[in-house]
């Protein structure tokens, strides 16, 4: 049976670089994982503390429903101002009253001009959530725009490479991790 992945993309432009390495992960997945995309972090409402008392909004239900109903939980990201996009670090802000993501595999990729700055940001967070980060399921792709085509191919041969071991890697990490 195929353990279920949550892919959530940072950005919320159409045909992404972020969606687009998503797209290329999910492919290079087919024999081990099913992936739903997740697309509406920016339907999300603001996170407001007081909407969160006794249950939250029924799309944030749905939202942490899927993460909780997940295996294994991808992000693909890009930085936007040395940090995170405003509406997946208001995604995340959801789910820090829950202990969805404690234990859960998660993968993290930060893909854009630079990132270095985005991609320690979503590290710190995801830790402090406790989910379950190893550092052969991280990457930082810099320079993303010019390592994907029009089609979404991958045209660097060493980040396809690091893809494929990052895929590896969670494969393993979700089939050997019990998240019940």
Same mark, same amino acid.
């Given at each position: ?48 503390? /007081? ?5 939250? $909004?029924?799309? *944030? ?6 993460? &909780? @109903? +997940? /295996? ?5 990201? $890009?930085?936007? *101002? ?6 997946? &670090? @208001? +995604? ?89």
């Amino acid at each position: 049976m195929k353990k279920k992945i949550l892919a959530i993309c940072g950005s919320t432009r159409k045909n992404s670089a972020n969606l687009q390495i998503i797209r290329f992960v999910e492919q290079m997945s087919v024999d081990g994982l099913q992936f739903e995309i997740y697309n509406d972090i920016d339907k999300l409402p603001h996170f407001n503390p /007081d909407l969160d008392k006794d249950s939250a $909004p029924p799309i *944030v239900e749905e939202f942490r429903n899927k993460i &909780k @109903n +997940a /295996d294994g939980v991808l992000i693909c990201t $890009p930085e936007y *101002v040395f940090s995170l996009p405003g509406s997946l &670090k @208001n +995604a995340i802000e959801w789910c820090v009253s829950t202990t969805i993501f404690s234990e859960k595999p998660v993968a993290l990729i930060t893909a854009s001009a630079h990132g270095a700055k985005g991609h320690e940001s979503l590290r710190l967070i995801m830790r402090t959530i406790y989910a379950a980060l190893r550092d052969d399921t991280q990457l930082l792709i810099q320079g993303a725009k010019g390592k994907i085509d029009s089609t979404g191919k991958i045209t660097d041969p060493i980040i396809a490479d690091q893809l494929s071991n990052l895929i590896t890697a969670f494969t393993g990490q979700v089939t050997n991790s019990s998240t019940d």
